[in-house]
């Protein structure tokens, strides 16, 4: 099994290739875990070049997603993969990731990442191009909505 791992704004995406079985699943919920540790509470974790997962790894995932959302955060899932979707739907875990599972990263970025968020502020609406400035979406942390909403307010003021 490899694992990589990127960040893409407040994102940390984890590809994961090969097998995994009871060992690197436990790599796997490790890592995993040490991201969620570091303050991140939203995960991609792109599952499309997995050939085998064990009930460990299902188990690590599902485990660290219970976990993510007492934190107000969310996995999504990055799965094209007929085997890992077969899984999915036979474990009925689709149902536990309804609107959480992208057929890739791509799609994940359109739907999720590059948005049009709009705030509003007392007597006006202010828009803005999240992939110019900043993104607020559905799984960020309230600190960070809060900090990203005073930011733009600063913004805001400045322009009047």
Same mark, same amino acid.
């Given at each position: 099994?490899?694992?990589?791992?990127?960040?893409?704004?407040?994102?940390?995406?984890?590809? %994961?290739?090969?097998?995994? +079985?009871?060992?690197? $699943?436990?790599?796997?919920?490790?890592?995993?875990?040490?991201?969620?540790?570091?303050?991140?509470?939203?995960?991609?974790? +792109?599952?499309?070049?997995?050939?085998?997962?064990?009930?460990?790894?299902?188990? $690590?995932?599902?485990?660290?997603?219970?976990?993510?959302?007492?934190? +107000?955060?969310?996995?999504?899932?990055?799965?094209?993969?007929?085997?890992?979707?077969?899984?999915?739907?036979?474990?009925?875990?689709?149902?536990?990731?309804?609107?959480?599972?992208? !057929?890739?990263?791509?799609?994940?970025? !359109?739907?999720?990442?590059?948005?049009?968020?709009?705030?509003?502020?007392?007597?006006?609406?202010?828009? %803005?191009? %999240?992939?110019?400035?900043?993104?607020?979406?559905?799984?960020?942390?309230? !600190?960070?909505?809060?900090? $990203?909403?005073?930011?733009?307010?600063?913004?805001?003021?400045?322009?009047?």
């Amino acid at each position: 099994m490899e694992i990589k791992i990127k960040t893409i704004d407040s994102y940390k995406i984890i590809t %994961v290739q090969g097998i995994i +079985d009871w060992e690197n $699943a436990k790599i796997l919920d490790f890592k995993i875990k040490k991201i969620i540790d570091e303050g991140y509470n939203t995960l991609v974790i +792109d599952l499309n070049e997995v050939r085998s997962i064990c009930s460990g790894g299902i188990g $690590a995932i599902v485990f660290n997603f219970t976990t993510i959302k007492k934190k +107000d955060g969310i996995i999504y899932i990055i799965s094209s993969n007929d085997y890992i979707n077969y899984l999915f739907e036979t474990l009925k875990l689709n149902i536990i990731f309804d609107g959480f599972i992208f !057929k890739s990263v791509k799609e994940f970025s !359109k739907k999720i990442i590059n948005k049009l968020v709009i705030i509003v502020v007392p007597g006006k609406s202010y828009g %803005v191009r %999240v992939n110019n400035f900043i993104r607020i979406s559905f799984g960020m942390s309230t !600190k960070i909505i809060k900090e $990203a909403c005073q930011r733009i307010f600063n913004e805001y003021k400045k322009n009047l």
